[in-house]
């Protein structure tokens, strides 16, 4: 597609369970980020990837966070052993670059996550 | 650490009126800042990007200006319509292009009939 892709656009799960969120960026995109947005607040910066460099992960909020790369494209965001407090959408973004020439980047849909 | 601020949180006007949301930073080391805007349950639709060396940037109905040494961007959408009822946000990215975008958190507009 042209844009962003995520998946899932919505889903609940139990505390205590695993989440896998997906994204798949811009084609040709090499800049890709994750953030997070809860009720009420801004977003919040989780985790950057940019070509075949080490991921910035400084936004990560725990160890129960993690996320990957594969081939340089489509990226997976995995939380573990969920909390109620991780409810919030996700949302994942690419550029075609980072800084350098000061590119747009470009937002998915997001994925709404509810711990319950 | 660099702080936006949106103000106001929330707007309500009637159509057709010319109006001006604001975003303030702290830090005017910024390599950009980029507006906005976000429909009830959607993600994040780019409006407009300006780099720290321009002062506006222009797109239809929608001007954005930036000066960066007093830590101020303006949006300015004339004409408004009921579809431009939405959240807008505005983010800056730090000097020398880091990864990290802050953004605020918005500016919520609602355009009457």
């Known amino acids: 597609g042209a844009g962003v892709s995520q998946s899932p656009s919505n889903k609940v799960t139990e505390k205590g369970k695993d989440v896998e969120l997906r994204c798949d960026p811009i084609?040709?995109?090499?800049?890709l980020y994750w953030y997070r947005q809860s009720l009420g607040q801004g977003l919040e910066f989780l985790i950057y990837?940019?070509?075949?460099?080490?991921?910035?992960k400084s936004g990560l909020p725990s160890d129960r966070f993690s996320a990957e790369r594969t081939g340089g494209s489509v990226s997976t965001l995995t939380i573990q052993r969920t909390q109620q407090e991780d409810s919030a959408v996700y949302l994942c973004a690419s550029s075609l670059t980072s800084g350098g020439s000061g590119n747009t980047i470009y937002f998915g849909e997001g994925s709404w996550l509810t711990v319950v | 650490k660099q702080e936006v601020t949106q103000i106001p949180a929330a707007l309500s006007v009637p159509e057709g009126e010319n109006l001006v949301l604001n975003c303030s930073f702290t830090?005017?080391?910024?390599?950009?800042l980029q507006w906005f805007r976000q429909d009830p349950g959607k993600g994040l639709t780019s409006l407009l990007l300006i780099q720290s060396s321009q002062r506006e940037q222009t797109s239809g109905r929608l001007n954005a200006s930036l000066d960066k040494s007093s830590g101020r961007s303006t949006l300015y959408i004339a004409a408004s319509q009921p579809g431009d009822s939405a959240t807008y946000l505005c983010a800056v990215r730090p000097g020398g292009g880091g990864n990290k975008l802050t953004f605020g958190t918005g500016t919520q507009l609602k355009v009457e009939l």
């Open positions: 990837f940019q070509g075949n460099s080490a991921p910035d």
């Open positions: 830090d005017s080391a910024i390599y950009n």
């Open positions: 084609s040709g995109h090499t800049a």
